[in-house]
């Protein structure tokens, strides 16, 4: 079973898209904006899900990333 939270590659432009459940939620920049979709979406606590493998899914890049060439 994947994590049905989805936080994609880098886009373009920077930023990294979100899915829940295969759903297009947002585009986030930060783990900030990312805290703040996920607490948009109902998910209590968000800030404690970012590192947990069951619940979020970093594909394309790096965990924490959210723009090419960033540290």
Avoid at 47 to 69: K, T, V
């Amino acid at each position: 079973m994947s994590a049905p939270i989805v936080v994609h590659g880098f886009s373009l432009t920077g930023g990294r898209a979100v899915t829940i459940n295969d759903e297009i939620v947002g585009l986030v920049y930060d783990d900030w904006g990312l805290i703040e979709l996920l607490r948009w979406a109902g998910l209590r606590d968000a800030e404690h899900y970012l590192e947990n493998a069951e619940w979020i899914e970093w594909r394309g890049g790096w965990p924490h990333r959210y723009r090419w060439g960033c540290s």
